[in-house]
């Protein structure tokens, strides 16, 4: 080889990493999710951080950048204990585009300040939901659901029926004081005190109806830290015939690596064989 195409050769960048994705990546600003310091000292801590971003792990938000914050804004937040629906807050129709504006007090004495809103069109690639957050609901009345939630940012969630069947790129954070202490669940209570997300989840329906997932995730627990989690095989969804685990592996770096290996229908036993640093542990289950 001529020393100077050696030479070129040598100074030239290594290219870009081939792109799992499909779809192009939507401006969402700068990440809310900082991924950083998460301890898997134990299986236990290791099957929480899985429920947080593993689809098919945990019920209550099976699709979890696109469920999680769903979860507060429909099933609390919208809650006629919580919102005065049609006033606080009330909603503005812009096209494709809702909007449900706040600056209000409701009668049960949550305090409304922002606004959340989507969009929903449809295109080449399947039907889409752009979902944006910048609410902040606080209350200390007698007897309230919860303190305080704030949520900001948002995600893209589209549903197709072609190459790719479920996309969700994610950048939020909530703050959720008061809510889960008050169905006697601590540790989502300290974890959602300042839990994130940043990422992108893609998937294709399989011939048995079950979703492959590839993703790609950064996630913030509270002050228990943060975590990056990848997968680029994870099937999930009733067609398994396994509701309580995904099939495939999941890999979760912190403060150490974590890697969960699911078994799917060939267990399903809601747990997951699981390394910590390439050392075997017990395996890392539901409930324990």
Do not use: K
Not at 146 to 168: I, N, P, T
Not at 221 to 243: I, Q, V
């Amino acid at each position: 080889m001529p020393p100077l195409l050696a030479l070129l050769l040598a100074c030239r960048p290594d290219p870009e990493p081939e792109s799992p994705f499909t779809l192009p990546l939507a401006d969402l600003g700068a990440p809310l999710a900082a991924g950083v310091g998460y301890d898997f000292a134990s299986p236990q801590d290791a099957f929480f951080a899985a429920r947080h971003v593993a689809p098919g792990v945990e019920e209550r938000w099976s699709l979890p950048p696109s469920n999680m914050p769903l979860l507060l804004w429909e099933n609390l937040l919208q809650g006629e204990n919580v919102a005065d629906p049609g006033s606080c807050p009330y909603v503005q129709a812009e096209g494709a585009r809702r909007v449900w504006v706040s600056g209000c007090r409701s009668e049960d004495g949550y305090e409304w300040e922002g606004s959340v809103s989507v969009e929903e069109t449809e295109d080449a690639d399947g039907d889409w939901e752009r979902w944006r957050f910048d609410l902040d609901v606080t209350s200390e009345v007698e007897g309230r659901s919860f303190d305080r939630v704030r949520m900001q940012g948002g995600f893209d969630y589209m549903s197709g029926d072609g190459e790719v069947s479920r996309w969700v790129q994610a950048n939020w954070a909530v703050e959720a004081e008061g809510y889960w202490a008050n169905n006697f669940e601590e540790e989502l209570e300290a974890a959602w005190s300042a839990l994130a997300l940043t990422g992108v989840y893609q998937a294709q329906e399989t011939e048995s109806g079950a979703l492959q997932f590839v993703l790609q995730a950064t996630v913030d627990l509270g002050e228990a830290g943060g975590f990056n989690a990848t997968a680029d095989s994870l099937t999930s969804g009733a067609a398994t015939g396994c509701p309580v685990e995904p099939d495939g592996g999941l890999t979760l770096v912190g403060a150490q690596t974590a890697v969960l290996t699911f078994e799917g229908p060939d267990r399903c036993d809601g747990c997951a064989q699981l390394t910590i640093d390439g050392e075997r542990q017990a395996n890392a289950c539901r409930g324990l």
